[in-house]
């Protein structure tokens, strides 16, 4: 008994150390995009839009955003939000923050370098989403949204997915929020991307997971 409990604490660990590191990739990924200054994906366009109009910090609207997202998903599904879904609303938004204090992470002075920049954000974003859904901890405020949209409302995802995309982008556009080409770039590229790391993601994960509890398993029975 004592035995299995370790190879569930040690999983458990496992799962959400690489959930928090997805979110930490993913997170600097948004930054990127921000600080590159070619436009932002839609949520953060909004999140900006925010921060020029009222004040706070992008990283403090992202999470104020999120939790009422997340309360609205609640309020339609009927049950509370997850676990996951309620720290990736807190975690993005402090670890934006975090990144966009670091004094070195400038705006490049030439275009290829902002390009660079960007193409560099949108490619990490998508690692970064990757590496936190192969841990199967949850998903984050707008996916949680999405989902009990489609619940609902029976439309389907991508088309419900777009909606809100679009909404939050006109919004944030009218607050004053960044929409250039990389608002175009990420919008048209992200689903892609996600496509081609997720399932890389998820074997390298399974793989992780796997060998913790052969490990385990193997040292329990020596122990026995």
């Known amino acids: 008994m004592q035995g299995e409990r370790s190879i569930g604490r040690s999983l458990f660990l496992a799962k959400w150390?690489?959930?928090f590191i997805g979110l930490l990739i993913m997170s600097f990924g948004i930054v990127l995009m921000i600080r590159a200054d070619l436009g932002s994906a839609p949520w953060d366009v909004f999140h900006i839009g925010l921060?020029?109009?009222?004040?706070l910090t992008i990283g403090t609207w992202s999470i104020i955003v999120g939790f009422f997202i997340l309360?609205?998903?609640s309020l339609i599904v009927k049950r509370l939000p997850s676990v996951g879904a309620f720290l990736n609303m807190l975690m993005v938004g402090i670890f934006i923050d975090m990144y966009?204090?670091?004094p070195y992470l400038k705006t490049p002075h030439s275009f290829f370098g902002q390009l660079f920049m960007l193409i560099l954000g949108v490619l990490v974003i998508g690692?970064?989403?990757g590496v936190y859904i192969s841990s199967r901890c949850g998903a984050g405020p707008r996916d949680s949204l999405m989902i009990a949209l489609t619940e609902k409302t029976g439309f389907k995802v991508q088309h419900i997915r777009l909606a809100m995309e679009l909404i939050v982008l006109y919004v944030g556009w009218l607050l004053g929020g960044p929409v250039f080409i990389g608002t175009i770039l990420f919008s048209f590229t992200i689903g892609p991307i996600v496509g081609w790391t997720l399932p890389a993601c998820q074997k390298t994960t399974d793989n992780i997971l796997y060998k913790i509890q052969h490990k385990?398993?193997?040292?329990?029975?020596m122990q026995l």
Do not use: C, P, R
């Open 17 to 19: 150390s690489i959930y």
């Open 71 to 73: 309360a609205i998903s």
């Open 51 to 55: 921060f020029y109009q009222v004040g």
């Open 127 to 129: 690692i970064g989403i």
């Open 100 to 102: 966009l204090f670091i």
């Open 216 to 221: 385990n398993n193997d040292n329990l029975t």
